[in-house]
């Protein structure tokens, strides 16, 4: 099975902090995305990655970056935290597309808390 | 740009009888379409997606989802609920000619309440 591993399950941190999400996924997939997840605003694409070094934008990149130095690992950089960030944020990985448009496995999320 | 509309925040229904959630999505060409379902504390679970063909695909946990283009819907179905499928479920959809870039977007949840 697909194991996509978050770093930590809750995290509390304070405005202006530089906060690092890591993602870790152990099936040679070589698409990687990070996601926030709002009520009533369902899953927003933040950044994804198709290969190494390899980035796009999301939907909604303002006030994040993101890392890909090796194919397995996938940060997500919150600059600067502010309180609007606080939000669930979901890692997930699949394989590139053909015929078949491979289906994406998650994370199991961290809840960020910025006071 | 791609968009999926699920209409009804919250579905109940009683254990037994039948569910349906529903999904509308706008794309440009023809789509590939998913639905998750997200436990308590977990991320999203993939449950089924459209690829080709057969316009009423099936998946996991009993349930089955119908393709139709002519109302561009896909909506989730299950014959008999019970109450371990109360979750929140998502429907996503990208177009087919995207290249390497899986980018799905996704509805904004249907919360499933299922009671005895």
């Known amino acids: 099975d697909v194991k996509v591993t978050q770093s930590s399950r809750y995290l509390v941190k304070r405005t202006g902090e530089k906060v690092f999400l890591e993602c870790v996924q152990d099936?040679?997939?070589?698409?990687m995305f990070w996601y926030r997840q709002d009520p009533g605003l369902g899953l927003r694409l933040i950044y994804f990655?198709?290969?190494?070094?390899?980035?796009e934008k999301g939907d909604i990149p303002e006030g994040y970056s993101v890392s890909r130095e090796k194919k397995e690992r996938f940060s997500l950089i919150l600059e600067s935290a502010s309180t609007n960030q606080t939000s669930m944020y979901l890692c997930?990985?699949?394989?590139?597309?053909?015929?078949?448009?491979?289906?994406?496995?998650f994370g199991p999320g961290t809840r960020l808390t910025v006071t | 740009a791609q968009s999926v509309a699920q209409p009804e925040d919250q579905v109940n229904v009683a254990e037994g009888n039948p569910l349906t959630v529903k999904c509308t999505y706008s794309?440009?060409?023809?789509?590939?379409l998913f639905w998750y379902v997200q436990y308590p504390n977990r991320g999203l679970q993939f449950l089924l997606k459209?690829?080709?063909?057969?316009?009423l695909v099936k998946g996991s946990y009993g349930f089955e989802a119908e393709f139709n283009k002519s109302q561009t819907s896909f909506h989730l179905k299950k014959p008999s609920a019970l109450v371990s499928d109360s979750a929140l479920y998502f429907c996503?959809?990208?177009?087919?000619?995207?290249?390497?870039?899986?980018?799905?977007?996704f509805g904004t949840g249907t919360r499933l309440q299922v009671t005895l």
């Open positions: 794309v440009s060409g023809n789509p590939y």
């Open positions: 099936m040679d997939h070589e698409n």
């Open positions: 996503a959809v990208r177009p087919i000619n995207t290249g390497t870039a899986s980018k799905l977007t």
């Open positions: 459209y690829i080709t063909g057969d316009n």
């Open positions: 997930a990985s699949s394989l590139v597309p053909g015929t078949d448009p491979y289906e994406q496995y």
């Open positions: 990655s198709y290969d190494v070094k390899m980035k």
